[in-house]
């Protein structure tokens, strides 16, 4: 079910502070609890009703959706005017995504636990290794999939996780060392 967004001006502003309250309330339990917490407790916690929480989600399917839209790290588009090499793009990708997991690292491991959701495929580490190939930044032998693949694998939440659980390292470091281990890809 798709949630129409309607203009409501003047009104928007309160509608997006009851949204992002819905998702601060939904993020604090599902990192407490899991992703079976009731859409009574999500509405409890955000101050609202649950049919405040319906009108937003139109269900808790579509509230877990938003939440992990949410979650997901995007990389944020380079100063305007600044193209960055591939490989500078790389470093970027994984730092930001580092940043990202760190942020709240309990939230993502409960929502893989239960299966809410998972590191996937993403058109962006396709780009970045055509870039990479474009760039002939790729060691020989290595195909675009390859490194596809190997870079959805050190720019996931697993990968991170491993390196830093409970801050055993801080992100910065754990990108250093992911950096280092997509490197065997590149000349």
Request: glycine share 8%; aromatic share 4%; net charge positive.
């Amino acid at each position: 079910m798709s949630v129409q967004r309607y203009r409501l001006g003047r009104r928007q502003e309160g509608v997006d502070r009851t949204r992002s309250a819905i998702l601060s309330a939904a993020r604090h339990l599902v990192a407490e609890h899991g992703p079976d917490s009731s859409l009574g407790k999500v509405a409890a916690r955000a101050g609202v009703s649950r049919i405040t929480v319906y009108n937003q989600f139109g269900s808790k399917a579509g509230l877990i959706a938003a939440l992990t839209s949410e979650a997901r790290p995007t990389a944020a588009p380079a100063a305007p005017g600044a193209a960055l090499e591939p490989r500078d793009d790389l470093r970027r990708r994984i730092a930001q995504a580092c940043a990202a997991w760190a942020a709240d690292p309990v939230l993502y491991r409960q929502l893989q636990r239960q299966g809410a959701w998972a590191d996937g495929e993403s058109g962006a580490d396709h780009a970045l290794a055509e870039s990479l190939a474009a760039a002939d930044e790729l060691r020989p032998g290595c195909s675009i999939k390859e490194a596809e693949d190997v870079i959805g694998m050190v720019a996931s939440f697993a990968a991170f996780d491993r390196l830093h659980k409970d801050g055993r390292r801080s992100a910065p470091a754990v990108a250093e060392i992911l950096m280092r281990l997509v490197a065997q890809l590149l000349r």
